[in-house]
């Protein structure tokens, strides 16, 4: 790809993984019910593969696995026919993560087949995007720049971990057989290095009665000595249960449901979720006092853990959260808090969307909202189960703080965080100096410093991400819309709370940009394009 000038478009999406692949999917589905015109002409700037980006690698090895319901993975629209389970012909619920990016690039190569839309993928990385005259100029790493009237971005999991699990997964690339291990991190991410150092390296587990978590480990050879993960919070992530009753669903919606639009999460919010839980443990023939949960809840947030957390202390926890998942309810305060925010998140979600924020009930909503995940969103009981096992097995081992050992090879594994900003926007700060300097120099960010030095966009107090309207029109700095510039997912985090990569419809932005556009496109004249230039594409 040459350094000039790509030519004009319709729209540039900066950023192609499956938010942007979900975001086209809806686009053409409404260009389809107005009936347009013309093909509406759209570069997709990703350096990695479209429609899977980074995180869905389809080259990924098939020992790391999907956290989520491979149910919820779905692009149809004209040219998708298909969603995830269809594509794929299985019914594994937590399928390797390989497959899930076969199928979101598939769905891109079957979009830019469209008639609707003209799709060309631009392989850059963006490093500036700026307003000229009345369009946005985008300019890759490379030197070459996409001129359109309309930007999208979605530049979901910015920065990352920057793992390279393949160089991890092997013993002469990575920490050799025998080594010492400290992985910084204890979620989901640090599972993955976990996978890498042991599943990756050809260990096996195999069914054992006699053991607490029901299986045993079969090391390779090839895997660590010992590897233990720092949790600097102490909380473990629960295991997701393998089935929840409608009835323990329908007895925390009927709570959670009588939340408001624009919610503040006062007293009176929090009070509603307490009760979720209780009915949740109700529903399943268990009682669970308030106060218990509300001092479970507290010591959490307040970052004291549970009782009793220690690197070499007995993985009773562990042990107990698997006969939880299973269906055995007892009375575990955290178990039901993580069942009350699992089941009623749409309405959370709903509740607190673009709501005003304040300095007492947003930082605790937060704190606490950080405990709540762990316990509702964690790892699929099979992962859990293999956790439990090395740790059994005295292989695994977690922390928190990192042992004093000069020897040992240390991972980090901190996924970086949704928005735009690495921290809060702290109150009462001006809005320029907090935002900008968050994030200068910050190459991993780009585009989002330089939007917000020229105030394109803005960050309310106590948020990370950029503030939106419902049809995903960014807002500057004036309070006013910045003509033709759009964000989806992750870039908006804490405006608009809760966003997964693969899950389509848990908020109607992509819906209502989409329907926008393509009423706009329906009477908008073509771009002018340079016929001896055309976009790099695969």
């Not at 149809?76 to 990016?101: H, I, K, N, Y």
């Not at 042992?403 to 109150?427: E, K, N, Q, S």
Request: hydrophobic share 40%.
């Amino acid at each position: 790809m040459s350094a000039a000038g790509l030519g004009a478009c319709d729209l540039l999406v900066v950023g192609g993984g499956p938010r942007a692949l979900y975001a086209l999917a809806d686009l053409e589905g409404e260009l389809a019910r107005v009936g347009a015109a013309r093909p509406l002409i759209v570069a997709v700037v990703e350096p990695d593969t479209p429609g899977a980006g980074a995180v869905w690698d389809p080259r990924q090895g098939e020992h790391l696995r999907m956290n989520v319901d491979a149910g919820i993975v779905d692009a149809t629209c004209p040219s998708v026919p298909l969603t995830f389970t269809q594509f794929s012909g299985g019914d594994e619920r937590f399928p390797p993560r390989a497959q899930t990016g076969t199928y979101l690039a598939w769905a891109f190569r079957a979009l830019a087949d469209s008639r609707l839309l003209q799709i060309r993928h631009v392989p850059q990385r963006v490093t500036s995007l700026r307003r000229v005259g009345t369009s946005w100029e985008c300019t890759g790493h490379r030197g070459s720049t996409v001129t359109a009237a309309q930007v999208l971005l979605t530049t979901g999991h910015a920065g990352g971990a920057s793992l390279d699990h393949g160089a991890l997964a092997s013993p002469s690339s990575g920490p050799t057989a025998g080594s010492r291990v400290v992985v910084r991190g204890a979620a989901l991410t640090a599972f993955d290095v976990v996978m890498d150092l042991t599943a990756a390296r050809g260990g096996r587990w195999e069914s054992a009665a006699d053991a607490p978590s029901g299986l045993a480990y079969v090391p390779s050879g090839g895997e660590p000595a010992s590897v233990t993960l720092v949790s600097r919070s102490g909380e473990p992530m629960l295991p997701k249960p393998v089935e929840v009753p409608q009835h323990v669903v329908a007895a925390v919606r009927a709570r959670t449901a009588t939340w408001e639009p624009g919610a503040t999460p006062d007293d009176d919010w929090w009070e509603v979720l307490a009760g979720a839980a209780e009915a949740a443990a109700a529903a399943a023939g268990v009682r669970v006092a308030p106060e218990d949960l509300w001092e479970r809840l507290d010591r959490s947030a307040g970052g004291a853990g549970p009782r009793g957390t220690g690197r070499e202390a007995p993985d009773e926890r562990g042990i107990a959260d698997i006969a939880r998942a299973r269906g055995d309810a007892d009375a575990d305060p955290a178990w039901w808090w993580g069942r009350a925010w699992s089941a009623g998140y749409a309405d959370v979600v709903r509740s607190l969307e673009r709501a005003p924020r304040d300095p007492h009930t947003w930082p605790r909503w937060r704190r606490r909202a950080a405990a709540l995940e762990r316990w509702a969103f964690g790892p699929p009981l099979e992962t859990h189960r293999r956790l439990v096992a090395l740790r059994e097995a005295g292989l695994l081992h977690v922390a928190r703080e990192a042992p004093d050992d000069a020897d040992a090879h240390v991972i980090d594994a901190f996924t970086r965080g949704p928005g735009v900003l690495d921290a809060p926007r702290p109150w009462g700060v001006d809005r320029e100096s907090a935002a900008v300097g968050a994030t200068a120099g910050d190459a991993a960010r780009d585009p989002w410093p330089s939007l917000l030095a020229a105030g394109a966009v803005t960050v309310r107090p106590g948020e990370r991400g950029v503030l939106t309207r419902p049809d995903a029109a960014c807002e500057g700095r004036d309070g006013m819309v910045t003509p033709g510039l759009f964000a989806l997912g992750r870039p908006t985090e804490d405006p608009v709370i809760g966003h997964d990569s693969l899950q389509r419809r848990l908020h109607g932005d992509s819906a209502r940009w989409a329907a926008s556009l393509a009423r706009r496109h329906a009477s908008a004249p073509a771009p002018t394009l340079d016929p001896r230039q055309e976009f790099a594409h695969d």
